[in-house]
């Protein structure tokens, strides 16, 4: 497929390790219901799964923010759901309640009962809207894809949907059926490797997996149960595709950086549990940081963000050789105001300016 | 006020930092709807608050679990919330939804309208419940009282009930208004610093200190926010009742336990994402831990929680000046089954025998 050549490559740059002239920015959910423009198309769609499974709309909502802001990478609309979904579990959205399977994955048997299926047929609905949305971005700046990690979609397999207690009957199945989880994460590691090569064939030019709820397993469950494939998966498409980045990204992870670096993704998303400072320190150059702004910050006046972004970037200060991509540390709520996302975006590249000239020019 | 003299001091010894012939067992929320006795009683009384507000029916069903198990501690049965409840912010609770007030605390008035409230009057029937139960436990084992940490409290006001969205309001507010966010807790501070001394007059012998929401805080806003107000608190407790330990529990806070343990407390409470051997080789003998089995085990066979017993005490070998008192990392679950509580607890009493003895003793 023959896209239009790269106009901003700063993000893939600090990927691939770069201390760039100024951090990139992207916002986890930066296409979402905190746009008005975004509201307007999901109501012309009718329903959310009607939204992620028409390609023009979902180039749509995925070009709204990066018509809006001056970001540096796009990232597929599309939900981490899209796997269970294609799996026939029935995936829908209640207003105010998130998503709901029709059939949760309860017994042996469900298991045992989930179909062979294929990618490219079953989600190449996601296939054409990347490459739909490639062609609309027209080189101005890369596009990230996405999947759920295999613990993460079992967790809401296994619940139903989501859940108000951490995912207990999820985290149950770790110690009552260790063997049926392990059996069917290995079967979503497959699906998820499938899918993740679908969306570079198709044009992503980043893969982002998403481990949201990988800091809800016991210390000791964690490598078994999430790690382990978050390294197969991330080792399987690196070699397959050695010149797209990978960003592991483990909510609640952050005593677990050391073993989540382990996975030798090329980045780490870090949520604001952990300074990008101390991040660094333990990690070393080796790994791209990407984070980690507290969301809520966004909810604040324009000075206290910018105070925040400054804070961000002086804790990051000294660490002239880890490439860094600015993001919040979890998605953005839906109650942002608008115009403090440019507020934000503005503050990151007067902060992140040329972090990587020796500190001399930096006055204190 | 004269008590029966206790029988079982194993809890009070280990959270004095004495390795103990084998770690004392409780169970945060162990008197609960996992219970049928507690759920009878819950049913005679009608509904939670007056359950917390009546001392005879709170003594009823701290008592329920030190009667069917062999505990090691009792802990008053109360909810976090009564000192919002006290200010006037009409606690309840909704069927399945958790606790709701009639008021939010959203402005700058809604703080300062606070009223100042006496806690020997607004809670005195806390602290009737405390001494109704001392007499009731008849010195079998010590009576823990608690409180929720400011913070924690502060989370619920800003809220009004429990959040959906990781407490974004509360969290915003620690950005968008430092100022009153820290007024709120300082106001609670003073609150929570009562109440637990009333408690203690009353006869709690040892106080627990809920930061269930901790965890939520920024790297950079969890000193100020509130770490410092536990410090605080936790110093004057202290200093009035040297003799009386105090335990803080911050869920989530598995990366700051160094910060944590400046408060001094005796004790730490620990969730299940740091192993227990970590949390010793980081903080050294000089505090007892508290914890941290994942309570999604005891949903699962007992054979499964036997292995996960031994395996958590067989973490902690070679720790023997580490001091522990045995809990799970969160309350137990209403879906536990009463029986596999009876399992667990022998299980403890068998892995953590004589660990202070030389590890010889101990076949592998």
Known sequence: MAFAPLQNDLFLRSLRGEVTERSPAWLMRQAGRYLPEYNATRAKAGDFMRLCKTPELACEVTLQPIDRYPLDAAILFSDILTIPDALGLGLHFVQGEGPRFARAIEHEADVAALPTIDVEESLGYVAQAVTTIRHALGGRVPLIGFSGSPWTLACYMVTGGSSGD????????????????????????????????????????????????????????????SLASLRRITAALQNAHPDVPVIVFVKGGGGWLERIAS????????????????????????????????????????????????????????????????????GISQFTPPEHVAVLLEAVAQASQRRSLPQTTHPR
């Open 166 to 225: 951490d995912f207990l009957k999820a985290r149950n199945w770790v110690y009552q059926r260790p063997d049926l989880m392990l059996s069917l994460i290995g079967r979503l590691e497959a699906l998820v490797i499938d899918y993740c090569t679908m969306q570079i064939r198709a044009g992503a030019q980043a893969i982002q997996l998403f481990d949201s709820w990988g800091g809800l397993l016991a210390h000791g469950s964690f490598e078994r149960f």
């Open 263 to 330: 996975t030798r993704a090329q980045a780490l998303g870090l949520d604001w549990s952990v300074p990008l400072s101390e991040a660094a320190t333990r990690l070393g150059p080796g790994v791209c940081l990407q984070g980690n702004l507290d969301p809520a910050v966004l909810l604040s006046r324009p000075e206290a963000i910018e105070a925040e972004v400054r804070r961000l970037f002086e804790d990051l200060r000294g660490f002239n050789e880890t490439a860094h991509v600015f993001n919040l540390g979890h």
